[in-house]
């Protein structure tokens, strides 16, 4: 008998050695450290830039020329403006008021964001609802001049009364519930856009998906705020169409960047969205507060507009909502814009390579 000749291994049994091989060579072995250690440094240093974005503004808080009312009698307010111009320069910015009911007035217009009430019956009148942060800043200031003035006369210590002309709700006296509104916000606006550009292609479809999620999300969380919580006292339609407006801000000028600049263009702007507009905001500090001039940069985007606007027609039914609107109808129109141009854009080259084709 003959031996049986020795069995020829198949062809996909070759390729499957050899791919293991390779897998195992040091040459392989070489990228992939390098780039679990890429992925590892750049994920690191995303999170701590993200960490230092939203630990930045309050580390770097500076009061400048935040609005405040004095009331009193003008031997009595000047020398207290004067001192606290010294002391405190460029922090405050001080409008004199004849009567209480003016500064009070003023504080509900949105003004100015408090005021002291100097003479025999000293008051700190605070808005809570317009920032928290001044109402503490204008009762302790308020105190410090009333204990320093009857320690210079040598007098007894009056009580300081304290009353919020504008105050959060009784369900959210410290404005937590309306602050924690800012986070669904960028993700909701952010999140409608990724999913028309990613599951739709027509720029008319991306559009419409924009403009239909921004009305039932923002009719969902407005409904929510107003008469399932009861955080904010307002119509719920007034605060569904103010919702509705900064998710299409957010949503209308993403899909604009993605048409035209791609996921590139995309991926920028949503950074900037979520790493600028989030952290400056203006809804745990007012944009006085902000070093420089980023609490302006804050307003001009679509959060910090639109939680300005949140707050005005929320609390402050007689101040003007004109500059907030404006700002994320500008933002809306134009990403809608550039959507628009990025269609006409992709379907002339579409064209284009269609009548090189056919020559």
Do not use: C, K
């Not at 550009?197 to 027509?202: A, D, G, N």
């Not at 003007?320 to 609107?325: C, V």
């Amino acid at each position: 008998m003959t031996d049986p000749a020795p069995r020829q291994p198949a062809p996909s049994e070759h390729r499957h050695t050899q791919h293991a091989h390779s897998e195992n060579t040091p040459h392989r072995a070489r990228p992939v450290a390098l780039t679990i250690a890429v992925l590892t440094l750049a994920h690191a240093a995303l999170i701590s830039t993200l960490l230092l974005m939203f630990a930045w503004p309050a580390l770097t808080s500076d009061p400048h020329d935040v609005p405040v009312g004095i009331v009193g009698p003008q031997q009595i307010v000047d020398p207290v403006v004067q001192r606290i111009d010294a002391q405190r320069e460029g922090t405050l910015a001080f409008t004199t008021f004849d009567s209480p009911a003016d500064a009070e007035q003023a504080i509900a217009n949105r003004e100015i964001y408090g005021a002291i009430v100097l003479g025999e019956q000293p008051e700190a009148l605070v808005a809570s609802a317009a920032s928290p942060a001044v109402a503490q800043l204008l009762t302790d200031l308020t105190r410090t001049i009333v204990d320093a003035s009857a320690a210079q006369a040598g007098i007894p210590v009056v009580a300081v009364t304290v009353t919020d002309v504008v105050a959060f709700t009784d369900v959210d006296p410290r404005g937590a519930a309306f602050s924690s509104l800012a986070l669904p916000l960028v993700i909701g606006g952010i999140s409608l856009a990724a999913l028309a550009v990613l599951r739709l292609r027509s720029g008319r479809a991306r559009a419409a998906l924009v403009a239909t999620g921004s009305m039932t999300t923002g009719l969902a969380l407005g409904t929510i705020m107003t008469v399932g919580l009861g955080v904010l006292p307002a119509s719920v339609v007034l605060i569904s169409l103010a919702i509705a407006a900064i998710l299409a801000a957010l949503g209308y000028s993403l899909v604009g960047a993605h048409a035209l600049f791609g996921m590139a263009g995309f991926g920028t702007l949503a950074a900037l969205l979520f790493l600028l507009g989030n952290p400056l905001n203006g809804v745990a500090l007012p944009p006085e507060f902000y070093a420089g001039s980023w609490g302006t940069v804050g307003q001009l985007m679509p959060v910090g507009a639109g939680f300005d606007l949140l707050r005005t027609l929320s609390f402050f039914e007689g101040a003007s909502t004109t500059g907030a609107w404006t700002v994320l109808l500008v933002w809306a129109g134009v990403g809608a814009t550039a959507l628009v141009l990025g269609s006409v854009i992709r379907r002339a080259r579409s064209a284009r390579t269609a009548a090189e084709v056919t020559a």
